[in-house]
């Protein structure tokens, strides 16, 4: 599964739906798919809501379990660009190199796609209410 960098950043710094979709993954119930790009987008939109927000929270426990525990690809680069935002083809081009069949992401350039090679995009929300309710009631 690939998280989109506003997923991840809102789950880092708030405590809302995308929290609950970090929580799933550092329980282990998903491998988090990431390349190189996502990584750095990563750290950098990190760092960026930290300054901007005035946040104390320290980052490198953070990147620490993204870089040891995530899936590492290198993307599969995509002929034409999917997205409206073509920055946001990393999200697609590591789903597709992973053999991933979702993204969960908050970016509307990624969730008005209509399934993109059969690759799921998921709101917080909607991956949320696919689990059972004794599942959502554990990332409570």
């Given at each position: 599964?690939?998280?989109?960098?506003?997923?991840?950043a809102?789950?880092?710094?708030?405590?809302?739906?995308?929290?609950?979709c970090v929580?799933?993954?550092?329980?282990?119930?998903?491998t988090l798919?990431?390349?190189?790009?996502?990584?750095?987008?990563?750290?950098?939109?990190?760092?960026?809501?930290?300054?901007?927000?005035?946040?104390?929270?320290?980052l490198?426990?953070?990147?620490?379990?993204?870089?040891n525990?995530?899936f590492?690809?290198?993307?599969s680069?995509?002929?034409?660009?999917?997205?409206?935002?073509?920055?946001?083809?990393m999200?697609?081009?590591?789903?597709?190199?992973a053999?991933?069949?979702?993204?969960?992401?908050?970016?509307?350039d990624?969730t008005v796609?209509?399934?993109?090679?059969?690759i799921?995009?998921?709101?917080?929300?909607?991956?949320?209410s696919?689990l059972?309710?004794?599942?959502?009631?554990?990332?409570?």
């Open positions: 599964m690939v998280l989109d960098t506003s997923v991840l809102a789950g880092v710094f708030w405590r809302h739906e995308p929290h609950q929580q799933a993954w550092l329980r282990g119930w998903f798919v990431v390349s190189e790009g996502i990584f750095t987008e990563y750290e950098r939109v990190l760092r960026k809501v930290k300054a901007e927000q005035g946040f104390t929270t320290d490198e426990p953070w990147l620490e379990a993204i870089r525990n995530v590492w690809v290198a993307p680069p995509l002929t034409t660009p999917v997205c409206r935002d073509a920055k946001d083809d999200m697609i081009e590591a789903a597709l190199a053999g991933a069949q979702t993204v969960i992401a908050r970016d509307a990624l796609l209509k399934k993109p090679f059969g799921r995009i998921l709101t917080p929300r909607q991956w949320l696919a059972s309710r004794g599942h959502r009631r554990q990332l409570k």
